[in-house]
């Protein structure tokens, strides 16, 4: 009676494994498309120091309508307004970066000054 409990338990356990599938290729081979938020240290609460990145500046480039819609949208709010309006264009937040720039004082002072910038990385899964 034991060995056939076991024998049961152990082709259950079998069967069980048997039957779980494999991931499959879509998720392997998905590709993303990146953008950069760029956000200056003293203008976190307004546009002026906001600027985003989608590869528009590359000789390859191509027009992209919505990210310049949400770029016309970056000058008129803040920065939890871009970060919320991406959300809801399904970018995804990747990472989050802080870089440290120098900035000249002025023209006349040759003192420069560290400032960190925040960087938000976001991915979108392209079609």
Not at 76 to 81: D, I, L, N, Q, W
């Amino acid at each position: 009676m034991k060995w056939l409990l076991l024998s049961t338990f152990l082709l259950s356990v079998v069967a069980a494994q048997a039957q779980t599938t494999p991931p499959s290729n879509s998720d392997q081979l998905a590709t993303y498309r990146y953008c950069v938020l760029v956000v200056g240290g003293k203008y976190f609460s307004g546009p002026q120091g906001l600027y985003l990145d989608y590869g528009q500046g590359l000789p390859s480039a191509t027009a992209d309508v919505e990210m310049e819609q949400l770029v016309a949208t970056l000058k008129k709010t803040s920065v939890v307004g871009i970060l919320n309006s991406l959300g809801q264009h399904h970018w995804e937040l990747v990472n989050t970066l802080l870089v440290p720039t120098e900035v000249r004082g002025s023209s006349l002072d040759r003192e420069t000054f560290l400032e960190l910038e925040t960087r938000y990385v976001f991915r979108r899964r392209t079609p």
